[in-house]
C-alpha cells in the first residue's frame, strides 16, 4: 500500500478481517489455521496496520468459519452481494426473532454514535467502535432479510406461526 492515507474501502476490508479473526478464534488460532506468524496475523487485526490478508489466508478462514465475511465486503465494494448456494433448514428461521435483533443492534449503534458525538469530537477508537456496531446491525438485518424471503417462500403467518 502507498504512503497515501487509507480510503473507506481499505477501513471496510481491515473491519472485515478483524471480524474474520475474531470468528476462527483470536489471531493465534487464525495464524495456527492459515500457516502464518502470530504477528502477521496481529497486523492484519491491527486497524492502523497498512497489510491486508492475503486470499489464501482469507479463503482458510472463510471456510473454518463458515463465514465469507471478508468475501462478501469485495463482493459489496464491487456493487454485488453474495447469494448461499444452498438454502440450508429454513424451516427454523424466525423472522420474529430476527426483528428484535435488529432493533436491539440498531440500538446499540445508535447510543454509540450518540456518546460519539456527545462532545462534538469523534476520535479513530469512536468510530471503530461505530463501525463494529454497524457491522453488528448489517449482519443482523442479513439475517432478517434471510428470515423474511423464507416466511414469503413458505408462505408463513407470522401471527398464528402457520402456513
Known sequence: MSDALPTAW???LKAAQRDLIARAGGIERSADLSSMSKSQMGRFNNAG????MPLPAVLLLEAECAAPLVTAVMAELNGRRLADA?????ANASIMA?????????????????????????TPSEAAGIDRSAASLESAVSDLRRAAATARANG????????
Open 86 to 90: 444452498e438454502i440450508g433448514d429454513a
Open 49 to 52: 496496520d497498512p497489510d491486508l
Open 98 to 122: 430476527s426483528h428484535a435483533e435488529v432493533v436491539v443492534q440498531a440500538g446499540e449503534l445508535m447510543a454509540k454514535g450518540a456518546i460519539a458525538f456527545a462532545d462534538g469530537r469523534l
Open 10 to 12: 481499505f477501513y471496510r
Open 156 to 163: 408463513l403467518s407470522v401471527v398464528g406461526g402457520t402456513k
